[in-house]
């Protein structure tokens, strides 16, 4: 994911995120799961604790969406 490589801004991100949701019908969870999943992925060449911090605005929003906000 580019965005753990700061080679995508999180607005851009956050964009496509209710765009998947809105258009393709996926779910915020199963973003959510995406998401934990890149943190753990051993593969990637990013510090453990670098992670979870780019994570977690990220995380965030999602948590938002499942309640029916719109706002960032």
């Known amino acids: 994911?580019?965005?753990f490589?700061?080679?995508i801004p999180?607005?851009?991100v956050m964009g496509v995120v209710r765009r998947a949701i809105?258009?393709?019908?996926v779910k915020p969870g199963?973003?959510?799961d995406i998401i934990?999943?890149?943190i753990l992925d051993p593969g990637l060449n990013?510090?453990?604790?670098?992670?979870e911090e780019k994570a977690r605005p990220?995380?965030?929003f999602i948590e938002r969406l499942k309640k029916g906000e719109r706002n960032d």
Do not use: A
Not at 22 to 25: D, L, P, Q, T, V
């Open 10 to 12: 999180l607005n851009v």
């Open 30 to 32: 199963e973003i959510r």
């Open 36 to 38: 934990g999943l890149k």
């Open 22 to 25: 809105k258009s393709y019908g």
């Open 5 to 7: 490589f700061d080679k």
């Open 46 to 51: 990013i510090p453990s604790k670098v992670r």
């Open 58 to 60: 990220l995380l965030e």
């Open 1 to 3: 994911m580019s965005y």
